[in-house]
């Protein structure tokens, strides 16, 4: 089919006056864009609206992680604050060759969330008190399972009792290698294989769907 | 560490598992690894995966809002379009622009549209690929059924306007705007054109169902007081 037949052509009609709204005057508002493209162009264009649209499509995701990691509401919500407007100040950090805009602002996320926790944790320990939350070190299935997608959900059951569990508590409490190691009363190597035997095998399902 | 050593470490990285020392040494064979960089793309996607999608919440997003509001950032809603370097081809491609349905598969592409260095050329030539594609809108705005400016919107949000000559200039004080109507007939600024328009870009990826060209103070507006050239609707 050639492309001509499928153009679509506006009439070339002058109304005059433009139909206006109730105000008598035009007004700016937002816009649906959901192309992330378009809209990282849009915030590089310094256009509120489009941060809008991506903090709709991605922000609960974004807080979602924060508070998996943090078990602190406010921190939590500051953290999703600071990706969105740290995003907002220099949207160029974004590198679309590297990877999508969800996974960009995600890992942001989880690394900001992390530090914090870390941070916390060491200055309890130098001044005695409990750490952020009072970390209990548990492995919520069911928190793990609502988080995903079907698709990840079918990935993640491709997974060992094991692998799944020395993953989570790196993902969703903000552990290192070694305090999952600790947590599980298991050696730092074998915690190490399980997390890379894990992520690999996540990586060969969830890029066979992709397929 | 080894390379191997190095590359096992990827996954632990990519989930924020590892500190210290271990850690700093990886970030730094990162900046010399694109192997290493590739697979660490890689697995942070995995990570994200591991999250689906849930509502925002409103209220974070009125912190955010007034965050980016009070920085400075947002300080004008109006943003100017993507406009052409002075060149010699100026006047070349507006008359070509005119007469742009009809000849448009003649124009030579000559480069890619991006960001910078645009030439009112290389917007006429971006404009001629995807004039004729699917999906794309193409409107002219008439004066006196005379066009003044023909308005190109490709699937994918790239716009275009190429004015014609007959397009009058404004004095110094005074800039043509470019608005876009929705579904709900509001009119959305698209960008400011200035007082004596060349072809330039814009971005768009909402609904559309016509366009505008007004006359404003320089430097544009967010609210029209109504000045309007001419409008382009659907029938």
């Not at chain 1, 914090?116 to 070190?137: F, H, K, Y």
């Not at chain 2, 390379?3 to 850690?23: F, R, S």
């Not at chain 2, 991006?114 to 705005?141: C, E, N």
């Amino acid at each position: 089919m050639g492309g001509e037949d499928m153009m679509i052509s506006l009439p070339l009609v002058l109304e005059n006056p433009i139909r206006l709204p109730r105000s008598g005057l035009l007004h700016v508002v937002s816009n649906d864009r959901s192309d992330d493209a378009g809209l990282v162009a849009g915030v590089l264009a310094e256009d509120d609206a489009a941060l809008e649209s991506i903090y709709r499509k991605y922000g609960g995701a974004v807080h979602f992680v924060a508070r998996k990691v943090l078990r602190d509401d406010a921190l939590a919500e500051d953290v999703v604050q600071d990706v969105f407007v740290s995003f907002w100040n220099s949207p160029d950090g974004f590198d679309p060759d590297r990877g999508s805009l969800r996974t960009y602002l995600l890992t942001i996320a989880h690394r900001r969330a992390v530090d914090i926790v870390r941070s916390e944790a060491a200055r309890s320990r130098r001044e005695g008190t409990s750490p952020l939350g009072d970390q209990v070190i548990d492995i919520d299935d069911e928190v793990w399972a609502r988080s995903q997608s079907e698709i990840v959900r079918n990935a993640v059951a491709q997974l060992s009792e094991d692998e799944r569990n020395a993953i989570s508590l790196a993902y969703f409490k903000g552990l290192t290698y070694v305090e999952v190691a600790k947590a599980l009363a298991e050696p730092e190597g074998t915690v190490k294989s399980r997390i890379r035997g894990g992520m690999r095998k996540l990586s060969l399902v969830l890029a066979e769907v992709a397929r | 560490m080894s390379n191997h050593e190095i590359m096992d470490l990827v996954p632990l990285y990519a989930l924020d598992a590892l500190e210290g020392q271990e850690q700093a040494d990886f970030v730094e064979h990162l900046e010399t690894c694109s192997q290493c960089l590739s697979a660490l793309d890689d697995y942070q996607d995995v990570a994200a995966n591991l999250v689906h999608d849930q509502p925002a919440s409103e209220e974070i997003w009125e912190r955010i809002s007034s965050a980016i509001s009070t920085d400075g950032a947002t300080e004008s809603k109006v943003v100017p379009l993507a406009r052409p370097r002075p060149n010699m081809f100026w006047r070349w491609t507006t008359a070509v622009a005119a007469v742009f349905a009809l000849v448009f598969g003649a124009i030579v592409i000559i480069d890619n549209l991006d960001d910078q260095g645009l030439t009112s050329h290389s917007i006429a030539a971006a404009a001629s690929r995807v004039v004729d594609q699917p999906g794309t809108l193409v409107g002219d705005f008439f004066v006196n059924e005379v066009s003044v400016a023909q308005v190109i919107l490709a699937g994918d949000g790239r716009g275009f306007v190429i004015p014609t000559e007959s397009l009058d200039p404004l004095d110094e004080s005074r800039t043509y705007q470019l608005w876009v109507i929705n579904d709900a007939e509001d009119a959305i600024s698209a960008g400011v054109l200035g007082n004596r328009p060349e072809p330039s870009t814009f971005t768009w990826t909402g609904k559309v169902t016509g366009f505008a060209l007004t006359r404003e103070v320089a430097g544009g507006v967010v609210s029209s007081a109504g000045d309007v050239v001419a409008v382009i609707t659907e029938a």
